[in-house]
């Protein structure tokens, strides 16, 4: 599988690094990338989205070892599985930040945006 990482989860990892309880971000999202890579869909699938035949759409729990704490009060990733073998790594949120949790409007749009690249 590839795995392509959209301009908002860049966006969204610059936010977060910023913080300091976030600095290991990038190390947090890279120990899921080997098991996509290996097409190991890690994480729940998402329903109730209009996506074409084969696609789908997974929320993963990632731990954020810059606070120590473990998956439950980690990030959230969601990404993207093509029809071909391509992963899009969509967006990723604090668990604990209520105000940039995306609701099903803001995940289908992302969607949107990654299928037109």
Same mark, same amino acid.
């Given at each position: 599988? $590839? =795995?392509?990482? &959209?301009?908002? $989860? #860049? !966006? !969204? =990892?610059?936010?977060?690094?910023?913080?300091?309880?976030?600095k290991k971000i990038l190390d947090d999202i890279e120990s899921i990338i080997p098991d996509l890579e290996a097409g190991n869909l890690v994480? !729940?699938? %998402? &329903?109730?989205? #209009? %996506?074409?035949?084969? @696609? @789908? %759409?997974?929320? =993963?729990? $990632? @731990?954020?070892t810059s606070a120590n704490v473990g998956k439950s009060n980690g990030f959230r990733l969601i990404y993207y599985l093509s029809i071909g073998d391509e992963i899009y790594l969509l967006t990723i949120y604090s668990k604990k930040d209520d105000e940039r949790i995306p609701n099903d409007a803001q995940i289908a749009m992302l969607v949107g945006n990654t299928l037109e690249f």
């Open positions: 599988m $590839i =795995v392509n990482w &959209s301009k908002k $989860i #860049n !966006d !969204d =990892v610059k936010f977060y690094y910023w913080k300091k309880k976030f994480g !729940d699938k %998402l &329903s109730g989205f #209009n %996506l074409p035949e084969g @696609a @789908a %759409l997974y929320k =993963v729990r $990632i @731990a954020n």
